[in-house]
């Protein structure tokens, strides 16, 4: 079909610090199958009889539901394996133009000290979303008020914010660190700071010009 979804590369060729390549692997295969997914069912949704829909079941009524649980799952995931780094090139050296990966910089950071008083009290508040949320912590700049937040996300596909673009992307499905770290989630979530290139954050920042709104 003309204007399906494409996977993204899978752009490392060894470990990450603290994450193993076997681990991240595993991982992309999950976020593999959301693209294909949401390309099989909006291409079912296109066909599928309207007359049928009903509130209790029907096919479309079920396809609405997956919908949005692939399409979420595929961007979501999108950004996570996006700003992990940094990514290897064939000779397993890091890429020269990823920048300095686990030190925050950049206009992010300056939005993220106004809206959370410092980084400290951002991170914490990251991390306590990213415990107790059963699927996703995700730094988002929400155009209802022009701010960040960090909101919380049980599934793909439950406690998404319309209207907010999410720039820090934290999975923290057991998929995710089970293999690396057991139960241990808490050094998963330390992990993924040490990996995160804030230059990939910061172009989503400046995509969508969310520093010229900030506060607006
Ligand atoms: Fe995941």
């Known amino acids: 079909m003309e204007n399906e979804y494409q996977p993204i590369e899978f752009k490392f060729n060894k470990d990450l610090d603290g994450l193993t390549i076997k681990m991240l692997e595993e991982h992309f295969k999950l976020y593999q199958g959301y693209v294909k997914k949401s390309n099989e069912i909006?291409?079912?949704?296109?066909?599928?009889?309207?007359?049928?829909?009903?509130?209790?079941?029907?096919?479309i009524g079920e396809l609405k539901r997956q919908e949005t649980f692939?399409?979420?799952?595929?961007?979501?995931?999108?950004?996570?394996?996006?700003?992990?780094?940094?990514?290897?090139?064939?000779?397993?050296?890091?890429?020269?133009?990823?920048?300095?990966v686990g030190v925050p910089h950049g206009d992010l950071v300056k939005m993220i000290e106004k809206d959370f008083e410092s980084l400290d009290k951002w991170k914490e508040d990251m991390i306590a979303t990213g415990i107790s949320a059963r699927g996703w912590a995700?730094?988002?700049?929400?155009?209802?008020?022009?701010?960040?937040?960090?909101?919380?996300?049980?599934?793909?596909?439950?406690?998404?914010?319309?209207?907010?673009?999410?720039?820090?992307?934290?999975?923290?499905?057991e998929h995710a660190y089970f293999m690396d770290y057991g139960v241990?989630?808490?050094?998963?979530?330390?992990?993924?700071?040490?990996n995160l290139d804030w230059d990939y954050a910061n172009k989503i920042a400046h995509h969508y010009e969310l520093q010229k709104r900030h506060h607006k």
Not at 45 to 59: H, L, Q
Not at 70 to 97: I, R, W
């Open 42 to 59: 909006q291409e079912k949704i296109r066909v599928a009889d309207k007359s049928e829909a009903n509130g209790v079941f029907s096919y």
């Open 70 to 100: 692939a399409v979420n799952g595929m961007k979501l995931h999108e950004v996570y394996f996006g700003h992990l780094g940094p990514a290897t090139d064939s000779a397993g050296s890091p890429q020269a133009s990823r920048g300095q």
């Open 138 to 173: 995700v730094l988002c700049f929400d155009f209802k008020d022009n701010k960040l937040h960090n909101y919380g996300s049980d599934a793909h596909n439950v406690g998404a914010v319309w209207g907010a673009i999410p720039l820090i992307v934290l999975d923290v499905y």
């Open 184 to 194: 241990n989630r808490k050094n998963y979530i330390d992990s993924f700071f040490k």
